[in-house]
């Protein structure tokens, strides 16, 4: 089987955790292997999570820069940041709602300019969808819900070896009921989004 | 009830790795089982509190590691199945305890668990223990991926059985926070309850006896030996010409990298899973039959000096290389990109690598380095001890916990750190050898795990500083684990004792003591800075629930603060707190409702009080 690698970036607090855990279990259903791993040392107190996700027979659980197949940002100056884990064949999606970091508060930097920041991951990857998640997470009725918009806009790519459904199945396991629906909302809005921006 | 309690043999699921290893255990029939978290363990450690609460598995968070070594060793010696979790520094805290553990062995199954940290993800070093199971003649074992960390937890306990005394497991970062998919396997039934057999002349370590001891654990390493030759976690794939020797996580990225270079009929590969005693003829076996060797191992030349060494023995002049310029590090962890394109120039095999794009004219990205939660009472308590020690010139050693981020600025109050408790000793040595004021800081359970010491040392020794102590109530940094000084009430537990940190602190004779409530800014800095004038020892213990933790056990919200009209644009909230719930609008400060806990500490120190609770807006439709 073909080995796909995902790359998923976030601020600490964004649920990449929850998301990867949804494709796990998605991979899990389908019998696709998988291989995963997380960096999180610091999610709670404003720290950068990254996970990498490989379905496929790979052994490795991490992913060298310029391996990703698939890049998910779910802040935009982390997918700029994280745009050396990608090649020229990679596909990157990225939400547009920036969260900024307390060093561009207190004056210490300066957040990149979206349009130009849009312009050069288009330069230099394959392919980029790129949309404002957080919006949709709020009109889907779950503010939180950003993960699931960009796992939406994730699944809508094909890259994966997961289909929607099964996707759709394994997040009724991993995510609370309450939110269930909001975030089915969300995960279809995601993946219109994708759709359009495609 | 517990997921890893549950699950049924044959069922599949995902885990992550700490699960897996915690799953193995209880399949091994672990019942008792000890640690001082600290990451990448912890989670395994959780687990086990977690399904201590709901089965008859026996579990402790002890005030260190070598106190968790001691407990499991007595537990192991009584018969019952024992297993010790920590991080790899932890061991160098266990490391007194584990020598001579050694030598004295056990009677139930034990196993210590290191979790090494290449890359020093979230550790102030990258040390190797590979080498304590050298230094300790105790078998070692590595896994290299989830699953078999699992099914290697099991056999660890066997070993440690067969062989009567203690068995290392060795994990790095990335077994611990990688997940795969997992077959579960039987679980065995706990045996909780052991008996102390009375041998003084086996289990009291005079000299007379140690001297015999050695001799029993030599013997045992003979015995490992033996077991190392044919285990099966020592094992070779293929049989091509170019040798290649790796142990862990090392072996998947070259798994993946021979496929990817299609070199599977060229290479031999010997994955070291059983790496301590390693075994001589197998290596030697295996070298006989290459023509050239590369060692795969992050970290220090453990095998490849042991490989080089066996090589001479048998008299083989063929090159074996590893650790070298052009080659590999001793430095971080490895990626599969980085074997990939050693193993190819090595044993000259054209590759080609992704095309990568020039990211030579991105801009410059705002730093996000990890920061103190907003209204995080260590903020306040670096705030105020800065002012209280205005004009003098300090020294502020610190210590390991959330507190060590104090680091950046604005509040920049650390100055020195190399370990556990290193604070207080070190503030000693400042303190004897300069004219500066020195102030230090330390967390409640880094206090408790290897703080006091230091403290009755500079009690005695009188020395000349204030350590300030930051009492959070909880383990903040590895996640809110209990320690001795937390109510345990607040978590619905009972049976517990509590250990006051401010008794303990005027009992070993400390001269100045004071309790300050670091939201109250005033107050806490006219205390500081009377601790501060003290000549001697003198404590400060800042106490404030951990800002995470009172929101995890729901504890009563305070209203949010706004900044209103009165603001004349001064920023020293901003530029003295940097409190992340603060962030600019239009050039004003504004204050996040969502993030602000209403510490209050900024509306203290504005200078035109502009910092008010906010008000309720009426919400017209």
Request: glycine letters at 16%; charged letters at 15%; aromatic letters at 0%.
């Given at each position: 089987m073909k080995t796909t690698r995902l790359i998923i970036v976030a601020v600490g607090g964004q649920g990449n955790l929850l998301a990867s855990s949804v494709l796990g279990e998605a991979a899990l259903m389908a019998d696709i292997p998988l291989q995963m791993s997380e960096i999180h040392g610091m999610a709670q107190r404003g720290g950068v999570v990254e996970s990498a996700l490989i379905f496929g027979n790979a052994r490795s659980t991490i992913i060298a820069d310029g391996e990703a197949d698939i890049l998910v940002g779910f802040e935009p100056a982390e997918t700029l940041r994280a745009l050396n884990r990608c090649n020229t064949d990679t596909v990157v999606i990225t939400n547009l709602a920036p969260l900024m970091p307390f060093t561009v508060n207190i004056g210490k930097g300066v957040y990149p300019d979206l349009k130009q920041l849009q312009n050069l991951i288009r330069a230099k990857t394959a392919k980029l969808i790129a949309f404002n998640a957080a919006k949709l997470a709020e009109k889907a009725g779950n503010p939180l819900a950003v993960n699931m918009v960009l796992l939406g806009a994730l699944i809508q790519t094909g890259v994966l070896p997961l289909e929607t459904d099964q996707v759709k199945e394994a997040m009724q396991h991993k995510t609370k009921p309450a939110f269930l629906a909001s975030n089915l909302k969300a995960f279809e809005l995601g993946y219109t989004a994708a759709a359009k921006a495609a | 009830m517990h997921k890893l309690l549950t699950g049924k043999p044959g069922e599949k699921m995902l885990l992550l790795g700490n699960e897996a290893i915690a799953r193995g255990a209880i399949e091994a029939g672990v019942a008792f089982a000890s640690t001082y978290p600290g990451t990448p363990s912890s989670e395994l450690s959780l687990n086990f509190f977690q399904m201590s609460r709901e089965s008859d598995l026996y579990f402790e968070y002890s005030t260190n590691e070598k106190v968790a070594m001691e407990v499991s060793a007595a537990a192991a010696n009584a018969g019952v199945r024992s297993m010790c979790v920590m991080k790899h520094v932890g061991l160098n805290v266990a490391a007194d305890a584990l020598m001579t553990l050694a030598y004295v062995g056990v009677k139930g199954g034990m196993v210590v668990l290191t979790a090494d940290d290449p890359f020093m993800f979230s550790s102030q070093n990258e040390q190797d223990n590979r080498y304590y199971a050298k230094l300790s003649g105790l078998p070692m074992l590595e896994p290299s991926s989830v699953q078999e960390a699992k099914e290697m937890v099991g056999y660890a306990f066997d070993l440690s059985e067969k062989l009567k005394e203690p068995v290392l497991f060795r994990t790095t970062t990335r077994i611990n926070h990688s997940s795969g998919i997992v077959k579960l396997g039987k679980i065995r039934k706990r045996i909780t309850k052991g008996d102390f057999i009375k041998d003084p002349l086996n289990l009291v370590t005079v000299p007379a006896v140690s001297r015999k001891l050695h001799v029993k654990l030599l013997k045992n390493y003979d015995s490992a030996m033996q077991l190392a030759e044919s285990s099966t976690y020592n094992f070779v794939e293929g049989d091509g010409g170019w040798g290649i020797v790796c142990n862990g996580v090392g072996y998947n990225y070259v798994s993946d990298a021979v496929e990817e270079l299609q070199i599977e009929d060229r290479v031999r590969v010997l994955r070291v899973g059983f790496s301590h005693p390693l075994p001589p003829k197998l290596i030697k076996d295996f070298l006989g039959r290459c023509e050239k060797v590369l060692v795969v191992e992050e970290g220090e030349p453990y095998l490849e000096e042991a490989v080089k060494a066996l090589a001479q023995e048998k008299g083989l002049t063929l090159p074996i290389a590893g650790k070298a310029p052009e080659l590999f590090s001793r430095l971080y962890e490895y990626n599969p990109a980085q074997v990939r394109t050693n193993l190819a120039a090595y044993f000259g095999v054209p590759h080609e690598s992704p095309a990568l794009p020039d990211?030579?004219?991105?801009p410059e990205i705002p730093q996000r380095p990890p920061t103190l939660c907003a209204g995080c009472s260590h903020r306040a308590t670096f705030y105020e001890v800065r002012k209280a020690a205005e004009g003098l010139e300090t020294i502020y050693p610190t210590d390991i916990g959330c507190y060590t981020l104090g680091l950046l600025p604005p509040l920049s109050s650390a100055d020195f750190l190399i370990c556990m408790g290193s604070s207080v000793g070190t503030s000693g040595g400042f303190s004897k050898v300069t004219d500066k004021k020195v102030i230090a800081f330390i967390g409640d359970s880094t206090f408790f795990h290897s703080g006091i010491p230091g403290l009755i040392n500079a009690v005695f020794n009188n020395h000349n500083f204030t350590l300030v102590i930051l009492d959070n109530g909880t383990t903040a940094m590895t996640g809110h684990q209990p320690h001795?000084?937390?109510?345990?009430q607040q978590l619905q537990m009972d049976g517990f004792g509590r250990v006051s940190i401010e008794a303990v602190v005027r009992a070993v004779g400390v001269p100045h003591v004071t309790v300050v409530k670091p939201y109250k800014v005033k107050k806490s800095i006219e205390a500081i800075r009377a601790a501060i004038d003290f000549e001697g020892v003198s404590v400060i213990i800042s106490q404030e629930t951990c800002a995470l933790y009172a929101k995890s056990l729901k504890l009563a919200r305070r209203k949010p603060f706004e900044v209103t009209d009165k603001c004349r644009n001064h920023r020293d909230c901003m530029d003295n707190l940097a409190c992340p719930a603060f962030y600019v609008w239009n050039e004003r400060i504004k204050i996040d409702p969502n993030l602000?806990?209403?510490?209050a500490v900024c509306a203290q120190i504005c200078p035109e009080n502009a910092i008010l609770p906010r008000k309720e807006k009426k919400v017209t439709a």
């Open positions: - | 990211l030579s004219d991105l001795p000084g937390v109510d345990m602000c806990t209403g510490c």
